[in-house]
């Protein structure tokens, strides 16, 4: 298995709703990252967790929260977002999560805020 | 703040031509310089990545090349074909203590007529 999957594909939450998104790979790899990316947009870091720890946390709003439950399994909890939050949610993966990787990104979850 | 400017945003080839797409970075910390192509509904995929003490990379029909002094790196895609019709980011990194942190160019949208 050589990739990351995510679900779901396709998210519309209201702004009181909570839910979760799923990231999972196979690959034995140790890094894994969210990025946000809005249309038209280049994606932007949000974190990343190096064995299984928070590593990176870009400032963003505790109304996201990242998870990472074990080395496959990355998810992020959604609660109270506004609309601007509606965006592709990218979820990668990486070795150990050196400069010089590559970074193996999962197609999204494209999620709307109503 | 954009610590890494890609130009043009939007470029049509012909068929068999040369697709050139140009990135520049100021931060001196980036030391690992990755491109990569995404499609529509997709996320990102690694196209090709150079380091700073190479000139030219070159993988098939893409190929990088980097100024260390000018602190400017770009694509060239030769022969270009409509299958290469996608949009390109360009990429900086460097290793900081806590994990890898990639930062994206703005993004280049390639139209390559047939």
């Known amino acids: 298995d050589t990739e990351v999957t995510q679900t779901p594909k396709h998210l519309v939450m209201g702004m009181t709703n909570k839910k979760s998104l799923k990231c999972e790979q196979h690959?034995?790899?140790?890094?894994m990252y969210w990025y946000k990316q809005k249309a038209k947009k280049p994606p932007e870091l949000m974190f990343v967790?190096?064995?299984?720890?928070?590593?990176i946390n870009e400032s963003v709003p505790s109304r996201f929260s990242p998870e990472c439950p074990n080395s496959s399994l990355l998810n992020l909890h959604l609660h109270a977002l506004q609309p601007e939050d509606s965006a592709l949610y990218l979820c990668a993966s990486s070795q150990r999560g050196l400069k010089n990787e590559k970074l193996l990104f999962g197609s999204g979850t494209q999620l709307s805020v109503l | 703040q954009q610590q890494v400017k890609q130009s043009p945003q939007s470029l049509i080839v012909q068929k068999g031509g040369i697709s050139i797409i140009n990135c520049a970075y100021e931060?001196?910390?980036?030391?690992?310089f990755p491109w990569y192509q995404q499609f529509p509904g997709k996320g990102p995929a690694l196209l090709i990545a150079i380091r700073p003490d190479v000139s030219e990379k070159k993988e098939g029909r893409f190929t990088i090349s980097f100024n260390k002094s000018a602190k400017q790196f770009s694509l060239h895609i030769m022969d270009s074909q409509p299958g290469d019709s996608a949009t390109y980011f360009c990429?900086?990194?460097?290793?900081?203590?806590?994990?890898?942190?990639?930062?994206f160019g703005a993004g280049t949208i390639l139209r390559v007529k047939s």
């Open positions: 967790y190096s064995y299984e720890k928070l590593s």
């Open positions: 690959m034995g790899h140790r890094a």
């Open positions: 931060n001196t910390a980036f030391d690992y």
């Open positions: 990429a900086a990194s460097s290793n900081m203590e806590y994990g890898n942190k990639l930062v």
